[in-house]
């Protein structure tokens, strides 16, 4: 699967960080990770440093897929708003994955700063729009259910979201807890600390086929060499969606676990952004949604236009296009910012029915074979997750969080 198009910046600016091998020979391991991406590192990182030995494997060069097209901005807030998410899971486990993913930024922002990249973590706050007087509605009601949770929160209307931010849209929710990173750096940080444990990371060998005995999984590489290992956790990004269908053929294509979508981002020359840009982010309700960060050296990072489709050709043909729209999306919005477009590039994204992602067994598959599918606008955050679950879940002390994200939720 061609998972980006056009030019990523996380990479073209940090550049190849750590090069690894590939495999040459036989291995073996308590535990497989299959991705090296900023779910696999960050799996890897949390099992090597419990004392497991671990192999991880990357068909690219680690941090190549989906993990350097994020614009990886870092919220709680899931792209389904809690009122509907209660009624499509339950409100105990509606509850529960907003709290997961709260906490989930407190944990990433305390790992940034342990593989010393706190630099590149940074706090925000995060604003979310009404794009229309159609939302003002769902947005008090998702004010209230929020703060029921506990969570810190302010709804603004129309005048005060004109005089503090300067936005004239009719309303928003103002959130205290969120936050950015550059998750290229981050994976490749994580997956040093892990080699430094012990864990052995190989790049540029992509595995092909598995079979499980009574000793564990023996998975079979394209280059030759063979891994036994006692769990096999899959953290292959989008592409794992094509693999869980192929071992689940009778899987009904009326009721997708997940839809593959194009979606597209841009970042600006370093250029003189409104004030508050520094401590924000913003999205809005309209979906597909504009969403906007800044990065480190003042640039503006910017998303959205997502496609209904993951067809790579007409993404390529279209990146053009969509870059315009974003430009001119960003510059009705504030009014007389002049954003130079320094590259713009597009990526796959996968979206769930309800917004949470796939994490842990399947019940019809193996045990012993975990995923860990993070799909949705909090990819990260359920990175995160995932290592929680997945890492509590091999050491036999299994979370009751679990079933939040389990495929027969
Ligand atoms: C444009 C865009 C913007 C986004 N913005 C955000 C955002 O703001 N916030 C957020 O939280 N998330 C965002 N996301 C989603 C986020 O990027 C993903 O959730 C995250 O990067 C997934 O990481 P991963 O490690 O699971 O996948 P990947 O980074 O794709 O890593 C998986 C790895 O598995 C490897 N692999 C797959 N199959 C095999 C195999 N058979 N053998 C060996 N290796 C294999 C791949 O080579 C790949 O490197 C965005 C995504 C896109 C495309």
């Known amino acids: 699967m061609d998972l980006r198009s056009g030019a990523a910046f996380w990479p073209i600016n940090s550049g190849l960080l750590t090069t690894y091998p590939a495999l040459t020979q036989d291995e073996s391991a308590d535990v497989l990770v299959i991705g090296a991406g900023i779910t696999g590192a ?9 004392g497991l030995n671990v192999v991880t494997l990357d068909r690219r060069d680690v941090a190549r897929g989906s993990t ?8 709680y807030e899931i792209d389904t708003h809690l ?19 709260l906490e989930a930024i407190d944990s990433l922002e305390q790992l940034s700063r342990d593989v010393g990249e706190g630099e590149y973590f940074r706090r925000k706050q995060s604003l979310y729009y009404a794009s229309s007087r159609r939302d003002l509605a769902p947005l008090r009601e998702e004010y209230q259910a929020r703060r029921t949770l506990g969570i810190t929160l302010d709804f603004l209307g129309a005048g005060e979201l004109h005089e503090r931010f300067g936005l004239r ?19 490749h940080a994580l997956l040093k600390r ?27 590489t394209e280059r030759g060499p063979s891994v036994r290992a006692k769990w096999l956790v899959l953290a292959g990004g989008y592409e794992s969606l094509n693999v869980l269908q192929d071992l689940l053929p009778h ?11 194009n979606s597209y981002a841009l970042v600006s020359e370093p250029l003189e952004l409104p004030p508050f840009l520094a401590t924000t982010l913003v999205w809005e ?12 050296d003042n640039r503006l990072m910017v998303g959205g236009e997502d496609d209904a489709h993951a067809n790579v050709a007409r993404r ?5 296009r969509k870059r315009r729209i974003l430009e001119q999306k960003v510059g009705k919005l504030f009014g007389q910012l002049s954003l130079e477009t320094a590259y713009s590039w597009a990526g796959t994204f996968g979206e769930t029915p309800d917004g949470l992602g796939y994490i842990g067994a399947h019940p019809r598959l193996s045990k012993h074979l975990l995923f860990a599918m993070g799909y949705g606008g909090n990819g990260i955050t359920y990175s995160q997750i995932a290592a929680d679950l997945l890492s509590a879940h091999i050491q036999g002390q299994p979370s009751a969080d679990a079933q939040v994200f389990a495929f027969d939720r």
């Not at 350097?68 to 919220?75: E, H, I, K, M, R």
């Not at 509907?84 to 993913?101: E, F, I, K, S, T």
């Not at 309700?285 to 480190?296: C, F, K, M, N």
């Open 83 to 101: 009122t509907d998410l209660r009624g499509m899971v339950g409100r105990p486990n509606a509850d529960r994955a907003y709290l997961l993913c």
């Open 169 to 187: 849209q009719p309303a928003a929710l103002l959130s205290r807890h969120a936050a950015e990173v550059d998750p290229y750096r981050l994976a």
């Open 316 to 320: 390529e043909k279209m990146l053009p």
């Open 251 to 261: 899987l009904l294509p009326s009721r997708p676990l997940a839809m593959l979508r």
């Open 194 to 220: 892990a080699a430094a444990a012990g864990a052995r990371i190989y790049d540029r060998t992509a595995v092909t086929t598995w079979h499980e005995d009574s000793q564990g999984f023996v998975v079979r």
């Open 68 to 75: 350097s097209a994020s614009t990886a901005l870092l919220q």
């Open 285 to 296: 309700t309209s979906r597909p949604y504009l969403y906007l960060r800044t990065t480190a």
């Open 42 to 50: 960050l799996l890897t990182e949390r099992l090597s440093r419990q």
